[in-house]
Each structure stands twice: as structure tokens, then as C-alpha cells.
């Protein structure tokens, strides 16, 4: 059916187009006011709506954020409390120590300044030098140059004899000062004794003051965090993505262990068990390995928390010393029994793989060739590795605890940031609703423009027909 079947004014289309057009303006001309209110409300109940949500989503992204930044200086406080707690245990350890020693090491250098006081005393004195015996004979022979020949016999005696006594004088002190020297000489392990003593206290207090240097900065820094709760996290997002990371990558390391682990339990458990064994739905020597990883996992858990390596559980912190005690001792005979088990198991796992091989050349040639030999290093590698296979998983618990604590903090922190930009993208839009709503009343009124212009013009003329009517 055609524009002129269902509109028929004059038999043209052009004209009945043109009508029709004209017929839409008018209508639309007559119903402005409302859709202008329509347009109008519409979009300010769109925009209401979002800027709603926006106000919803900064507030929820303002205490993820908030949360995100607690968490992780309650995360950082408690890694800085770790290590404050550790350098004051270790201060507290060399200060009992020297304080233990220090009674001993009192007594040896007081035995030893009693000691070097005793020899000393006990020792010869220095003699005092000899007189100045050699001016006495010059001047004797001075006197004797001139002297008549009896008063020169009489010198000349004379400086015999106290040349005589000059060189006994001289020897005995030579003979004294050897021995002065031997005795001093003898003193000398004494004074190294007393020195390294002196020096060994030296050396203790030396490092007792690097301790307290060491335990002052991290209670500073652990001060420094407890003060600064409320700046950004900036400064610490480098180190919450290397921990996550590096915890990550342990994990991922974790997990390729354990499919190790499983590998080394399954062959042989499915020659133990069967293929036609079954738990359930599920095969007997598969569902068997992977409890069995488990139970190695649990354990491991449990080993690290009770040797407090680890706070990943809640009740073993609020357990007694002995209590901890008795569970770390019964995990860690459980997980020895378990690895010794696993390393058996692996053992034969290389046995068990020979013995088909061999089956299936048998059956390929036709020809018995008797029972193959065990490949003893294969099968002790096998063995060895699994029982350490287990103990790795005590390793990796550290990590699924850092992985857990960073996680929290980067997740909490990252949905913060997508909120906080989900809001701002809600505000924009809201903004560009609104303007659309005013540009689709301009449109609106573009589309009528005519009949407003005539209106327009019509109510400019109004005024002045009024006024010459007065006149």
C-alpha cells in the first residue's frame, strides 16, 4: 500500500509528503511543552540514578580502598614487628650471654692484673746505672801528668783500681738488667692473655652496641608505620607485588611438585590396587595418590603452624607450648611414615615399569627373554626423591601464607581501583545524559523551528499592536 493509499488529500505524492510533514510539525509544534517535560525528566531521572550509583560506588570503593590500605600496613606492621621481635630476641640472647660470661671474664682479668703485680714484684729491681767512673780516671790522669813521680805511683794505683771496680759495677748491672729482661720476658703471655681479654670485651661490647643500633631502627621504622596508617600506599605496592609474585611462582612451583607426587604414587599404586578397584565413582590407585598428597599437605601445614613458622591456623595459636608440642611430634612421625611409604612405592615404580616393557617386547618377538634386570640408579633416585617430596611441602607454606596475605591486599586495592573508576565512568556518563537531554530538546525544537519562528515573531508584534491601539 502506497503513501497516496493511505493518505489520499490530492492524488500527488510530493504534496501529500509535504502535508504529511507539515501535519507531523504541527503536531509536534502542539506538543512541545510536553515532550520538552518528557525529554527533560527522563534524563534527569537517568542522571539521578546514576549519579546514585556513582555516590554508591565512591563510597564502597572508599572503604575497599580503606580497607585495602589497612590491611596492608597491618601486613607490613606485622612483617616490621616480626623482624623487631627477632632483632630484640637476639639482643636479648648476647646480652644473657655476656652478662653469663661476664662473671668469668671479671675474674680472669682480675687474676691477671693480680697476677702481673705478683711476678712483678716477685721480679729483681732495675740497679741503678753506674756513676760516672770514667771522669774520676780522666781527671786522675790529668793530675797524674803533673805530679812528681811518687804522688804518680801512688794515681796510677789508684786508677787501677777504680777502673777495676768501674767493670765490675758495670757487669753486675748488665747482669741485673738480663735479668729484669728475662723476668719481663716471662710476663709477656701474661699481658697477651690480659689483651685478649680486654679485646674480647671489646668485641662483645661492640657488637652489643650494633644490636641495639639494629633493634632502635626497626622499632623506629615499626613507629613510623603505627604513625603513618592514614598517608597513601604507594610506597609499599613495589614491595606487596614482590611478595606476590615471588609467592606466586613458589606456589606454581608447589603445584608441578605435587603432580610429581602424584606421578611417583599412582603407577604403583594402580599395580597394587588394580584396574577394576574402585572408591566410589571414582578408581581405587588415583583417588589413593591424590589423598595421600593430601594428607602430606595437611601435615606439612600442620608442622609449619605448630613449629609457629607459620599463623595460617587459628586453633594452633591458642594452643599450650606442650599441646604444640605433642601435635608437631605426631605430624611429624605421620609425615615421616607417609615418606617412607611414598619412597618404597617409588622405588617400584621403576621395577614395575621394567617388568612392562618387558612383557611388551615378549609379546611383540614371541620369545621369552627371561625377567629383566632393576636399574639400581634410576630406582634409588625415584626413592630418594620421594621422600623428600613431602618434606617440600613444609618449604612451600610460607609462601601460600604470604600468597594469601598479599592477595587479600592486592585484590582488596585492585577492586578499590576498579570501583573508584566504574564511579567515575557512571559521573561522566551522567554528565553526558544530562547534556543529551538539553541537545534532544534542541533537536526537537530545530524539527519545529517554522512554527516557533512564526510564534516568535508573532508575540514580538504583540506589544507594539497594544500600544498603538492606546495611542
Known amino acids: 500500500m502506497s503513501l497516496d493509499d493511505r493518505f489520499p488529500v490530492s492524488g500527488n505524492f510530493w504534496i501529500d509528503l509535504l502535508v504529511l510533514v507539515v501535519a507531523a510539525i504541527g503536531l509536534l509544534y502542539l506538543a512541545r511543552s510536553t515532550a520538552h517535560e518528557i525529554l527533560l525528566g527522563l534524563t534527569r531521572a537517568l542522571t539521578s540514578t546514576l549519579r546514585v550509583a556513582h555516590r554508591a560506588m ?3 570503593g572508599t572503604q575497599l580502598r580503606r580497607g585495602g590500605q589497612s590491611a596492608l600496613y597491618q601486613l ?14 637476639h639482643l636479648r640472647n648476647h646480652v644473657h650471654g655476656a652478662l653469663k660470661e661476664a662473671p668469668a671474664l671479671k675474674e680472669a682479668i682480675e687474676g691477671n692484673i693480680a697476677q702481673l703485680e705478683r711476678d712483678y714484684e716477685a721480679g729483681p729491681a732495675l740497679p741503678e746505672p753506674p ?16 805530679a812528681d813521680s811518687s804522688l804518680r805511683d801512688t794515681l796510677d794505683a789508684l786508677r787501677v783500681s777504680v777502673e777495676k771496680s768501674c767493670q765490675q759495677l758495670t757487669g753486675q748491672h748488665d747482669r741485673h738488667s738480663r735479668q729484669a729482661q728475662h723476668h719481663l720476658g716471662r710476663l709477656q703471655p701474661v699481658w697477651q692473655q690480659a689483651r685478649d681479654s680486654l679485646e674480647g670485651l671489646e ?11 639494629a633493634t632502635n631502627r626497626r622499632i623506629r621504622r615499626f613507629e613510623t608505620l603505627q604513625a603513618q596508617r592514614n598517608t597513601q600506599t604507594s610506597r609499599f605496592r613495589a614491595w606487596l607485588a614482590l611478595n606476590l609474585g615471588i609467592s606466586g611462582f613458589l606456589l606454581l612451583v608447589g603445584a608441578m611438585i605435587t603432580l610429581v607426587n602424584y606421578h611417583l604414587l599412582a603407577t604403583p599404586l594402580q599395580e597394587a590396587f588394580g584396574t577394576q578397584a574402585n572408591i566410589g565413582p571414582f578408581q581405587a590407585a588415583p583417588f589413593t595418590a591424590i589423598a595421600v598428597t593430601a594428607a602430606q599437605m595437611g ?15 587459628l586453633p594452633i595459636s591458642r594452643m599450650s607450648a606442650l599441646s604444640r608440642r605433642v601435635l608437631l611430634g605426631i605430624a611429624s612421625v605421620a609425615l615421616i611414615l607417609l615418606a617412607l611409604t611414598e619412597a618404597g612405592l617409588a622405588f617400584t615404580r621403576d621395577t614395575i615399569a621394567l617388568e612392562s616393557e ?3 617386547r615378549e609379546l611383540e618377538q614371541g ?9 639400581i640408579v634410576p630406582a ?17 607454606v610460607p609462601a601460600l601464607e604470604s600468597f594469601f596475605q598479599t592477595a587479600r591486599v592486592a585484590l582488596l586495592l585492585s577492586a578499590a581501583f576498579l570501583i573508584g573508576t566504574l564511579a567515575t565512568l557512571t559521573r561522566l556518563l551522567a554528565r553526558l545524559i544530562s547534556s543529551a537531554g538539553h541537545l534532544l530538546v534542541y533537536i526537537y525544537d530545530l524539527i519545529i523551528v517554522v512554527p516557533l519562528s512564526l510564534e516568535r515573531r508573532f508575540r514580538r508584534r504583540e506589544p507594539g499592536l497594544g500600544g498603538g491601539e492606546e495611542v
Do not use: C, Y
Not at 131 to 146: F, M, N, R, S
Not at 299 to 313: C, E, G, K, Y
Open 299 to 313: 601435615l606439612a601445614l600442620l608442622i609449619s603452624d605448630t613449629a609457629r613458622i607459620t599463623r595460617l591456623l
Open 58 to 60: 565512591a563510597v564502597w
Open 76 to 89: 607490613v606492621g606485622e612483617h616490621q614487628r616480626r623482624l623487631t621481635s627477632r632483632e630484640l630476641e
Open 203 to 213: 668485641k662483645r661490647l661492640a657488637n652489643l652496641d650494633e644490636r641495639l643500633v
Open 380 to 396: 634409588m633416585a625415584q626413592m630418594v626423591m620421594g621422600f623428600i617430596l613431602p618434606f617440600a611441602f613444609i618449604a612451600l
Open 367 to 375: 620369545i621369552a627373554t627371561g625377567s629383566p634386570d632393576l636399574r
Open 358 to 360: 618387558w612383557l611388551r
Open 131 to 146: 756513676a760516672a767512673w770514667g771522669e774520676l780516671v780522666e781527671k786522675i790522669t790529668a793530675v797524674q801528668d803533673k
